[in-house]
């Protein structure tokens, strides 16, 4: 018998590293598709075959997929922020197209497509399950619907193909929600909306890798599958956590929806004035979500085998302490 080889796109990255390392931890033969030929080799070393490609090149993709049965597509554009609406639909969208049609052509098997809970948009009931009608509140947001329903079409063409739909993520690596918290819990006034009430489900991102690899040995082709670490977190209870690894004690007072809007262009003036980007970019939108409960039905990945390992009051101040020692508190 041969060995099955596996591709694995965003490897780099939070998400993608975590489901390289629980392949080598299987002693899978692994090739990861990497633009950064050096940022591969210092995470990876020898340890895998690194094809040097762009989702957003089509030509680079050409050998990409020769010899591959299986296929975890991670890779791909998040933050708004950085990446304009061009960007994230030509890298989301159109670099899935490329990359299913190098699949296709290579005669790849079965492959797993990381696609997110944004697709179902906010102001959800608590719950949401698979079944949910997308409703997309952002371009991240429609640019995975996008991309799922390239996959669906590859699935009538013959590709076994799966959809993860994780939460927030966290762990070692973490560029976005433990950067973020920190700043925030470094300031001398939090306010959180409506109180840091409302649920928000994360996941950490070995759980997350390890409902990826259920999902491509027992998943239904076609099926699209949620995964958070099972749990019912409130806003300031994760604020909390970390704030306790930073030792910070910001006020945290309750602010209304009302309250928000209402200040919401000041903020966004005086970011502008001040040269603070991160205030001068400021959208309505980015902070409604926070009124918002996000909390997700995993009962059918969980009928698959799944169960979450690591919980968020012991996984977040971990992944946090691991970041922001004592002595390097500073870090951002």
Known sequence: MTTQRVLATGATGLVGGAIVRALLARQRSVRILARNLEAARVLFGSTVEIAVGDLRDAKSLGGVCDGIDQMFHVAGAVDTHQHTHREMLETNVEGTRRLLE???QRGVSRAVYTSSVSVYGDELPLG???DTPFNPASVYGVSKVRAEELVQEAVASGLQAMIVRPCIVYGPGDRYFLPQAARAMRLPVVPLPDGGRHIVDVVHADDLAAAHLIAM????PGAAYNVTDGGRHRTKELLGWIADVLQRSPWRPSMSRWLAKTIWP???VAGQLAKM????NIRWQDLKVFFSDYHFDISKITALGYVPHIEAPHGLRSAAQSRYSESDGSRS
């Open 102 to 104: 190098a699949a296709r």
């Open 128 to 130: 949401v399950d698979e």
């Open 217 to 220: 040995e027992s998943g239904h």
């Open 266 to 268: 000041f903020v966004h």
């Open 277 to 280: 980007p991160q205030l001068a």
